[in-house]
């Protein structure tokens, strides 16, 4: 059916709303028409909706009954590109249209006039009476660094009623304003000069530059500190010098103000962010400027890859291999596979970067598919660290502690020649497990098939599946013996313990996600410690990735082992690449750097390959693993998992669903399970998975559709599809 792009008045049109339909459904033009594309209000129902005007309606229904679009909001309509690129998505991660939808019109009041409002944000005098509640709403502006708050929004975050914001604005400590709605975003200026570029920067530059234009994808391998991010910044200058958009992508926790300056120093001006941090109305002014050509650069998470850009000419996606791109709720998506499905249909040039790809753009380069460009040094005169394993098995560990000597001589030693160290422990909390000495009992959460993990920080239990906490008890749960329960194994709380024990006068600095209240408290802390604000450093994943701390030179990894068990297909991979990673952070000034491993197994031979540097070699043998059992990316997989309040009928449907598996063997692909998941239970909900073997070639997604075409739920049971999962939970 051919879409005419312009609808006259009456003329029945398909809208397709974010509501759980299923499909478009007809309406009649408003008065005066509409695009192909608009955003629409339409009635549902008693309700109104936001709606997109999808194409020529269906005239199924009958013409006299049918309503009419209320009104067409002031926006941009949404391009051809965007709307196949949702069909595309929607079809390949067997997600409803509508839930996919959903995803490109998160930015509240899209419809609502533009004109002025009012604004509430940080005045200069402080309240004569504070009260917790008052703190709260100074905290929330605080952290958000002079932003304006409608009264609602501001109310909402510091959990206070309007009445405590107002009374905050009478004693003058908090600012009541008239602000144009929706302020331009400032230009940036591609031709300024960037940093004079190392020959080997200046060749990738360029080869990216000459692959603009159109579609491309491109890997940007480059070790750590090589300077990744000084080229690509050259491709975005390029996009932006002829007129088009550009899109970086980068893990949501690394969205650093230290980028954000790196970008302004290039161009002159802070581009458009768009993350969970952003609040509601600067959400709503960056929707709009995409659709309109009037921001050009985005600098956001994953989602950002669903705003309505105009004229999109670039996506980098930074850190390509990190798990968080992967969303693992709601629409199961992996944002760098769609970010390269996005950019074939808007002509546009991807650049995926990482000093540890992921196997599959790796796979994806050596294949020819994507370009590679290799930067093979770092920038400057620093070097690589010196990597190195402590074997655990030949140092003297005290009980309750987990740094060996040789870590705590390398310690001292940095302490006293001023530089910094960093240990790294990927465990969240105080102690993985609670356990009775008693009866032997474990603590585990209530919900979930999961041990309580303690955090002494906050004094409580928490759950690391569902969130839930308790305090933490004074008797045993089972056997009711007082004064028992222990803590066994070390998080990064008690790891900190350790080193004030050790090094009581270091200055200490723990980066871990949940001691930190906002994103901005957790992004001066790092600006503090690149400033030398810090001796010791201990960190989980956060810290892997791309800061530049000048003054680090050794970095410790406490249990090297401990992303190598389990069963998961990734694990080497994954060990691999945040091993590497962390290891980057030292030596990136002028002194040299060293790892050290503390390991019980140096010869293992992902601890080999990881110490020997040699990465090609890692690769090419990890891809033949790989082919030789056919698992991606050399072949493909989907997830099914079944989940509900009771075990027995999930169990019934997988074993129907796995007996009735002729869709599935006619493309020549296989079911395994029904089993219980590894976490059998989360949030009060069981839960049951199969997994969907293929071969790399197979139609998967339309042999699934039909396995699973007529499959009826009991109440409260659902089913999740999981294409290419990198989680096995
Ligand atoms: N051509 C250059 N001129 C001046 N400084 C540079 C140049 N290239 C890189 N640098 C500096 O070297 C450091 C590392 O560069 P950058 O952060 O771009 O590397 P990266 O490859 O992205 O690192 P990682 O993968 O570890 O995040 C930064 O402080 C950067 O400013
Ligand atoms: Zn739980």
Avoid at 55 to 74: E, P, T, Y
Avoid at 161 to 171: F, H, I, M, R, S
Avoid at 185 to 201: E, M, T, V, W
Wanted: glycine fraction near 10%; include cysteine.
């Amino acid at each position: 059916m051919s879409d005419p792009g312009w609808f006259e008045e009456g003329a029945r049109v398909a809208v397709l709303t974010a509501e759980p339909i299923g499909k478009p459904l007809d309406y009649r033009a408003p008065e005066g028409g509409c695009f192909s594309g608009a955003f629409v209000e339409v009635p549902l129902g008693p309700r109104k909706v936001l709606g997109v005007v999808w194409g020529r309606g269906a005239g199924d229904f009958d013409m006299a009954k049918l309503r009419s679009v209320i009104r067409v909001f002031d926006v941009a309509p949404m391009r051809e590109e965007l709307r196949d690129f949702l069909l595309r998505m929607a079809d390949y991660t067997m997600t409803a249209l509508p839930q996919v939808l959903r995803l490109a019109t998160r930015a509240p009041g899209l419809g609502d006039p533009p004109g002025l409002r009012r604004i509430y944000r940080l005045g200069g005098d402080a309240p004569a009476r504070m009260t917790d509640a008052r703190t709260r709403v100074l905290e929330v502006l605080r952290d958000h660094g002079g932003a304006g708050f409608h009264l609602g929004e501001l109310a909402h975050l510091a959990e206070v009623t309007p009445q405590v914001v107002k009374g905050l604005v009478k004693t003058g400590a908090v600012i009541e304003a008239e602000v144009p709605r929706d302020l331009p975003f400032p230009r940036l200026d591609p031709n300024l000069p960037g940093k004079a570029l190392s020959q080997a920067q200046a060749q990738a530059a360029d080869a990216l530059r000459a692959g603009a234009g159109g579609y491309s994808t491109t890997l940007l391998k480059g070790v750590t500190g090589s300077g990744k991010t000084e080229v690509y910044l050259e491709a975005v200058a390029h996009c932006l010098a002829q007129g088009r958009q550009a899109l970086v992508l980068l893990p949501e926790i690394a969205l650093s103000s230290e980028f954000l300056a790196r970008v302004e120093a290039r161009f002159g001006a802070l581009p458009g962010e768009w993350h969970s941090g952003v609040t509601q109305s600067e959400r709503r002014r960056l929707w709009k400027a995409c659709g309109s050509g009037d921001v050009q650069l985005v600098v956001g998470a994953r989602s950002a890859l669903f705003l309505p850009f105009r004229d999109l000419g670039l996506i980098v996606v930074d850190e390509e291999h990190d798990g968080s791109y992967k969303q693992e709720e709601g629409v199961l998506y992996n944002a760098r596979d769609m970010a390269v499905l996005r950019a074939s249909l808007a002509s546009a040039q991807v650049v995926l970067a990482s000093a540890t790809p992921s196997l599959e753009s790796w796979v994806n380069a050596s294949a020819g598919k994507y370009a590679r460009l290799d930067l093979g040094a770092r920038f400057g005169t620093a070097e690589m660290p010196d990597m190195g394993a402590i074997d655990m098995r030949e140092e003297a560990l005290e009980a309750g502690s987990w740094i060996g000597p040789t870590l705590v001589s390398e310690v001292t030693r940095r302490i006293a020649e001023g530089q910094q160290s960093m240990l790294f422990l990927n465990r969240r909390g105080y102690a993985p497990v609670t356990i009775c000495r008693a009866c032997g009992h474990q603590i585990a959460c209530d919900h979930c098939d999961a041990r309580m993990v303690e955090h002494r920080f906050l004094k409580r239990l928490v759950c690391h599946q569902c969130g839930e906490t308790k305090p933490i008890p004074t008797k045993c749960p089972s056997c009711e013996v007082e004064g028992k329960l222990a803590p066994v194994g070390p998080g990064v709380e008690r790891l900190a313990e350790e080193v004030t024990r050790r090094f009581p006068d270091a200055r200490l600095s723990v980066l871990s996600s949940d001691l930190f209240g906002s994103a901005r408290a957790l992004k001066e802390t790092i600006v503090e410690i690149a400033n030398g604000g810090a001796d010791i450093i201990i960190g989980t994943q956060i810290v892997a990735k791309g800061h530049n701390f000048p003054k680090l030179t050794l970095v410790g990894v406490i249990d090297a082992d401990l992303g190598l068990q389990g069963s998961d297909l990734r694990a080497a991979e994954k060990t691999f690449q945040l091993m590497r990673q962390v290891a980057g952070r030292a030596g990136r000034a002028e002194d040299k750097g060293v790892a050290l491993l503390q390991t019980f197994q140096p010869e293992h031979p992902v601890i080999r390959a990881i110490l020997g540097g040699d990465e090609e070699a890692f690769w090419a043998q990890e891809a033949a693993a790989r082919q030789a059992q056919g698992v991606p990316p050399y072949g493909r997989m989907a997830g099914i998992i079944l989940s509900g309040p009771d075990l027995q009928p999930l169990f019934d449907i997988g074993s129907q669903l796995a007996r009735n598996d002729g869709a599935l063997r006619r493309v020549g692909a296989q079911v395994f399970g029904p089993a219980p998941a590894p976490i059998a239970r989360v949030r009060g909900r069981h839960r049951v998975r199969m997994l969907i073997k293929a071969d790399k070639g197979a139609p998967l997604q339309a042999a699934l559709k039909g396995w699973l075409k007529g499959l009826r739920l009991p109440n409260n049971a659902r089913i999740a599809v999981d294409i290419d999962p990198q989680s096995f939970f």
